[in-house]
C-alpha cells in the first residue's frame, strides 16, 4: 500500500450573533453615546460601580440608585503595550491598557491609554477623550480613549 500523504486545510468560522445589552448596560452606553455622561450605580456592599451591573457581586441585592460619576480619574493599575497586533488591539500605536477609578466611583473601569502610554503609571491623572458625536453608537469606545491631566 502507497503511502498517503495527510490532507491539512485552514479554515477560519465565524459567529455572527447580536446580543441585547440588558436594561443596566443599555442605560449605560446610551448615557456616553447620547449625554457623554458616565453613570454608575450604588449597589450594597460595594458603593458606586462604574460600569453598572444591575446587582452587587457581594450579596446579590438588586442595584440602587444611578450616580454620575466625573469623566476624571485615577489609574489604578496599567500595562504598556509597545507593539500592538493589528486586528487584536485597540491601537494601531503604542498604548496602555488601564483600570481607572473615577472620581466618584467606588470600581475601577478598563480602558486606553493612547498618548504618551509610556508616562502612564499607577496614580496617575487621567480624564475621557469623547469620540466625535457623529461616531458614537453606544459603545464603551463611545470615550475613544483616556489622556493624561
Known sequence: MADIAPMHQRQTMEFPYKH???TTIGRFLAGLRDQKKIWG???SGLGVVVPPHGYSELDGAEGGDWVEVAATGTVTACTLVE???PGLHPSDRPFAFILVKLD???????HVVTDEAD????GS???AVWAPDDARIGSIRDI?????L
Do not use: I, K, N, W
Not at 144 to 148: D, G, H, N, P, V
Open 83 to 85: 507593539e500592538p497586533l
Open 20 to 22: 441585547s445589552t440588558g
Open 41 to 43: 450605580q450604588r449597589v
Open 119 to 122: 508616562r502612564v503609571a499607577v
Open 104 to 110: 466618584g466611583a467606588d470600581t475601577g473601569m478598563a
Open 144 to 148: 475613544a480613549c483616556f489622556r493624561l
Open 125 to 127: 491623572r487621567v480624564e
